[in-house]
C-alpha cells in the first residue's frame, strides 16, 4: 500500500520498474470521464508504456460482465494491469488476470463453492495495480472478487492470495473527487468491515483446520494483526465519517486511510453475518418487482441498492444476535461508536450486542440510511429467499462468532426489517 496526495502521478514509475511493457486498464464508463483515470493515464504516457482500456467494469458486477472482461484480457495480451475505481473496477481487473492467466478455465472453477467449484488458482498473476477512488470496499488490501452470479441468482465471489493486487495506489486527491451518496454507501462498508472482522470467529477457534496450507483460506478469523488494523480503523470512522460526508478534506482523507486499515483488517480475517446477508439483499432487489429499489447519485440503469447500504441494512440485527457470542469485542465496538457501556460491563455483557446496535442505528439515522429493509420494499414474505441466498455464503457465514442456522437467519431478517 501507497497512501498520500498525489501517488496516483507515481504509477507509471511503478510499472515501469516492474518492467510492464503493456498495460490492461480496467476502469468503468463513468469514471473513464473523470480526472482520477486522466491522470492515471498521462503517468503511463509519461513514462511511455502501451496500454489497453476496458472501460465497461460494471458497477456490481455479474458473472458475465466478468467474463467479458476476461475475454478482453485474453485478447490484448498485456503483462500488467491497473484497475482505476472502487470495489466493482478493482475486483473487474482481478478476474480479467486470473482468466487472462488460465485460459484454460471457465469462470465457475473458480467461484466459491458450493456456487462454484471452488479450485485453488494453480499459477502467479500478472501484477495488478489498484488505484482507488473510493474510501470503502479496501478492494485494494484484500485477495477476494465479488459479484453477482446469475444462473443461481445469488452474489458470490472468488477468494485467493493470488487476487491480491501487488500494489493499492490510495490519493485522498482522488477520493475526494466522491459524490456524497457514493461516500455514504463506501463508509458504511468501511464500517461494518471494521466491526465484522473484529467480531469474527477466533483464528484458533476456526475449524476444521485445512488438509495443508496451500488449501489454507484467505479469511483466517479475528486475529491479533487484523485486531488491530480493525480497531484502528474504527476509530478513524468513528472521528471521520459524519464530517467526510459534508466534504471536509481531512475527514475524506482519514475515511480513506481507514478504508485500507479495514482492508488489511478483513482481507486478513475475514467478514461474516452482515455480508453474507447482505448478497441476497442486493441481489433479489433486482429479481422482486416490489423492490427494484435505485440508489440516488449512481446514474444507473438498472436497480442498485449499493453495496455498503446492503450490508448496513442487517448490521444492527445480527450484531443483537452475535453479541452473546462475544460481548467483550462488542462492546468495546459499541464504546468506540460513543456507546455508555459501563452499565453492560456489569451484567457480564448480556446486552453488549443491543447496545452495538442501539450505536449503529443512531449512525445510520444520522446520516440517513433507510432504517430496515421494508424501507426498500422487501416483505416477511421475501424471508425465505433471503434465507435461501445467504446459506450458500459459507466461506463468510462460518466467520460469524457462532453458528446461524436458517431457523436463526430467518430471525435476524426479520429484525432487520423495520428498526
Not at 243 to 255: H, V
Amino acid at each position: 500500500m501507497r497512501f498520500g496526495l498525489g501517488v496516483v502521478h507515481e504509477l507509471g514509475m511503478d510499472l515501469r520498474e516492474m518492467g510492464a511493457r503493456r498495460v490492461a486498464l480496467v476502469t468503468d464508463a463513468r469514471l473513464a470521464q473523470t480526472p482520477a483515470f486522466e491522470r492515471a493515464v498521462a503517468s503511463l504516457e509519461a513514462q511511455r508504456i502501451p496500454h489497453a482500456i476496458f472501460a465497461e467494469a460494471r458497477c456490481e458486477p455479474t458473472d458475465e460482465s466478468m467474463r467479458a472482461a476476461g475475454q478482453w484480457a485474453r485478447e490484448v495480451e498485456c503483462d500488467a494491469f491497473v484497475a482505476v475505481g472502487g470495489g466493482s473496477a478493482i475486483d473487474t481487473a482481478k478476474v480479467a488476470n486470473l482468466l487472462a492467466v488460465h485460459p484454460e478455465h471457465d469462470l465457475d472453477d473458480f467461484v466459491n463453492a458450493p456456487i462454484g467449484r471452488g479450485l485453488a488458482i494453480p499459477r502467479p498473476l500478472f501484477p495488478l495495480v489498484a488505484v482507488v477512488t473510493t474510501a470503502g470496499t479496501g478492494s485494494e488490501a484484500t485477495g477476494t472478487a465479488i459479484f453477482d452470479h446469475l444462473p443461481s441468482k445469488a452474489k458470490t465471489g472468488i477468494g485467493s492470495r493470488r487476487l491480491r493486487p501487488m500494489l493499492g495506489l490510495c490519493d485522498p486527491d482522488l477520493i475526494g473527487l466522491m459524490p456524497r451518496p457514493v461516500a455514504l454507501a463506501s463508509g458504511l462498508d468501511v464500517l461494518c468491515h471494521a466491526i465484522e472482522s473484529y467480531t469474527a470467529v477466533p483464528y484458533n477457534e476456526r475449524t476444521p483446520r485445512p488438509a495443508s496450507p496451500a488449501l489454507r483460506p484467505a479469511y483466517q478469523g479475528a486475529n491479533p494483526l487484523s485486531d488491530v488494523w480493525a480497531k484502528h480503523a474504527l476509530r478513524m470512522i468513528a472521528a471521520a465519517f459524519v464530517p467526510s460526508l459534508d466534504g471536509d478534506g481531512a475527514a475524506r482523507e482519514n475515511m480513506a486511510l481507514a478504508a485500507a486499515s479495514a482492508g488489511i483488517a478483513f482481507g486478513n480475517a475475514g467478514v461474516h453475518l452482515p455480508h453474507a446477508m447482505s448478497y441476497p439483499i442486493s441481489g433479489l432487489n433486482k429479481l422482486l418487482p416490489h423492490v427494484q429499489w435505485r440508489g440516488s447519485g449512481y446514474g444507473l440503469d438498472h436497480p442498485l441498492i449499493p453495496h455498503g447500504v446492503s450490508v448496513a441494512l442487517p448490521a444492527p440485527a445480527v450484531f443483537r444476535y452475535t453479541g452473546p457470542a462475544s460481548p467483550e469485542r462488542h462492546l468495546e465496538c459499541a464504546a468506540i461508536l460513543g456507546a455508555d457501556v459501563s452499565r453492560a460491563r456489569s451484567d457480564d455483557g448480556a446486552h453488549a450486542g443491543a447496545l452495538l446496535a442501539e450505536a449503529l442505528l443512531k449512525l445510520m439515522e444520522r446520516v440517513g440510511v433507510p432504517l430496515g429493509l421494508a424501507a426498500l420494499g422487501f416483505r416477511s414474505d421475501d424471508i425465505g429467499d433471503l434465507v435461501g441466498g445467504t446459506l450458500p455464503q459459507q466461506r463468510l457465514t462460518k466467520m460469524a462468532p457462532c453458528a446461524a442456522p436458517a431457523d436463526a437467519l430467518a430471525l435476524i431478517f426479520e429484525d432487520a426489517m423495520r428498526y
